[in-house]
């Protein structure tokens, strides 16, 4: 064999009959393939980099397939896949056509669970290790789960229930001491002392879920890894191990700025330096036009809360934590916790904005439904990372949202335009609502470069729609920031005058008096949205004008029903005919359809 010996890897199989002794020489090759392929093609770098020797010892130990491996989230399971036939194709890691950025169990075997969202792993393994004892398989069942991951309330459920079991199941805690963000709370407080020997052992709160307890060991010390999991595989029962390991490892700049380097995008994959683009000219960050202007606002107003469930950088928050500590709170990957902490805190006359990324809202609903609307509670959520987002793909698209939130009594729906509008409709929150209200926006930056901090604000009238454009034939109905695609699908139309083009930025409360006019007026209506067809904007669309008996002919523009994959933003709105071209396309073949009528 080679000196390259990550060449001839391509499953775990190949891996098993390398040497213990090789294995460290195979665990640079590794890191240094993640980061040559990852400073060009972008992904999450630190985790992955952080769990190589841990990586390697699991398929060397275990005889994976066979033995179920399941990662939590997956952020760290690159090196996974490069051992698990995917080398070759790792350089299509989250584009378009390519591999997920996340496992999945139709893209292979190996990959036993599809992950994405946190706290998972534990519940999983543990269903995949009762089955095989009722099947009467001889199995082995890991779950490798983070210290921020296993701080969420669906990681303890899951060990509360092993405790009782008497499967074949090991927990694998990597601990490194933080998430996308540091990891916050007294359960990290608890682990630091575990790891600096200052908590006794008879007060393992592991033990006492009736785990066998081994660690905390050096994550990155292979023979030691190896050592202790063939033990474990003789131990029966539930199993913890508890492993220290360094976010970033490898990549010196990674370890050193270990949140920034999460998903760094472009580097130098030499010198570990960021490759910055240019952000001279640009429109902010929509996350930015939040965090700013909600620390704006708090300066007059000392009910302002701000919550996030383990997002501070990500949503902005940190502005505010920065500026107000004691009035900005980061709960850790408890989404439940947030919204119904959120709800405590408005009974009291706080004004709560909890800033949750869409996808994980999810993750709340029943709080959202029982805690917040059943009690008409003002609540202000701002949805992050709404409408498509990209490379992340299928568990991060926020596209569900308008359609889960729409269905729920007392609850306010709106999605900006732009950044004014984002800007606006937070100050009119922040004056006082008698409803609970979802604010959505999506990831990255406006259209206007020239944004700053107004001196001041406008409030918005609830449920009121905009007229953008006038027009004679079609009426456009757009809902949020998607309707800057459809200004410049209709700016390309030689007829642009047939087309009329509405703004609402309310779903709920539609704007019916609006609505009633559109409908006498235009018997071609199209609706367009970046999210779910099914039940969303255009739904509510279609549902108003059954209810008063109208004959238009409605089309729906939006995500199909079915889960949209990974690639570019524009690729994907490009795939759901919401991009430029395709409602360009759209409207053109109306416009010819009518004229054909006509004559």
């Known amino acids: 064999m080679s000196k390259n010996l990550l060449e001839h890897i391509n499953n775990p199989a190949d891996l098993r009959k390398l040497t213990v002794s090789q294995l460290p020489q195979l665990a640079k090759e590794l890191r240094d393939f993640i980061i040559a392929i990852v400073s060009v093609k972008e992904g999450h770098l630190g985790a992955s980099l952080g769990v190589v020797e841990l990586t390697i010892a699991l398929h060397y130990a275990f005889d994976t397939p066979n033995d179920l491996l399941v990662w939590d989230v997956g952020h760290q399971a690159y090196g996974h896949k490069i051992l698990t036939e995917r080398r070759t194709k790792f350089d299509t890691n989250r584009q378009l056509g390519g591999i997920s950025g996340f496992p999945r169990r139709c893209e292979s075997e190996y990959d036993t669970f599809g992950v994405g969202h946190s706290s998972t792993s534990i519940s999983a393994a543990l269903g995949m290790a009762i089955a095989s004892q009722l099947k009467g398989e001889n199995k082995h069942h890991i779950a490798v789960i983070g210290d921020a991951s296993i701080a969420s309330g669906m990681a303890f ?120 683009s240019s952000t001279e000219n640009l429109p902010p960050k929509f996350q930015d036009v939040f965090g700013l202007t909600l620390v704006e606002l708090a300066k007059n107003n000392s009910k302002i809360i701000g919550i996030t469930p383990a997002m501070p950088s990500g949503s902005s928050m940190k502005f505010m934590m920065d500026t107000f500590p004691k009035r900005a709170i980061d709960v850790g990957i408890a989404e439940q916790h947030a919204v119904t902490l959120s709800a405590g805190m408005a009974t009291q006359g706080m004004v709560v904005f909890c800033n949750i990324y869409s996808t994980f809202l999810q993750r709340a609903y029943d709080q959202v439904i029982h805690d917040v609307a059943l009690q008409n509670l003002p609540v202000i959520f701002c949805l992050d990372r709404a409408g498509l987002v990209g490379e992340d793909g299928a568990t991060h698209h926020g596209v569900f949202d308008i359609a889960y939130l729409r269905c729920i009594p007392n609850m306010l729906i709106y999605a900006p335009k732009d950044e004014m509008e984002l800007q606006n409709i937070l100050y009119t929150a922040s004056l006082g609502l008698k409803n609970p209200i979802a604010i959505r926006y999506p990831r990255g930056r406006g259209k206007n470069a020239d944004w700053k901090m107004p001196t001041d ?32 699908a209709l700016s390309g139309i030689e007829d642009e005058g047939h087309f009329a ?61 079915y889960f949209i994959e990974h690639g570019t933003v524009d690729e994907l709105q490009q795939f759901c005919n919401i991009d430029v071209d395709g409602l360009r396309s759209l409207f053109s073949g109306l416009l010819e359809e009518e004229e054909e009528d006509e004559d």
């Not at 539930?238 to 990674?254: R, S």
């Not at 409030?459 to 034939?473: A, D, F, M, P, T």
């Not at 779903?507 to 367009?528: A, G, M």
């Not at 969303?536 to 209810?547: I, R």
């Open 157 to 276: 459920e899951g060990l509360n229930h092993a405790g009782v079991t008497d499967v074949d199941l090991l927990v694998i805690l990597n601990d490194n001491a933080i998430g996308i963000d540091p990891s916050v709370g007294s359960l990290r407080n608890y682990l630091t002392a575990v790891k600096e020997g200052k908590n006794p052992k008879q007060n393992n709160m592991i033990k006492s879920l009736n785990f066998d307890y081994s660690g905390p060991v050096d994550g990155h010390d292979l023979p030691l890894l190896i050592k202790e999991l063939e033990r474990l595989k003789k131990v029966k029962g539930p199993k913890f191990l508890h492993i220290i390991t360094t976010k970033g490892k490898g990549l010196q700049q990674a370890e050193d700025d270990q949140v920034k380097y999460h998903a760094p995008g472009k580097f130098d994959a030499a010198t570990g330096e960021l490759i910055k």
């Open 501 to 561: 083009h509405y703004h609402f930025g309310f779903v709920k409360p539609l704007d019916e008096k609006k609505l009633h006019k559109i409908c006498d007026k235009f018997s071609t209506i199209i609706t367009v949205e970046d999210g779910v067809t099914t039940g969303g904007f255009g739904s509510a669309v279609l549902e108003f004008s059954a209810k008063n008996d109208y004959v238009n002919e409605i089309f729906l523009c939006g995500v199909p029903d």
């Open 457 to 488: 604000f406008q409030k918005i009238e609830i449920g009121k729609s905009k007229k953008l454009k006038k027009g004679k034939n079609v009426a456009i109905l757009s809902t949020g920031t998607i309707g800057d695609n459809v200004t410049q």
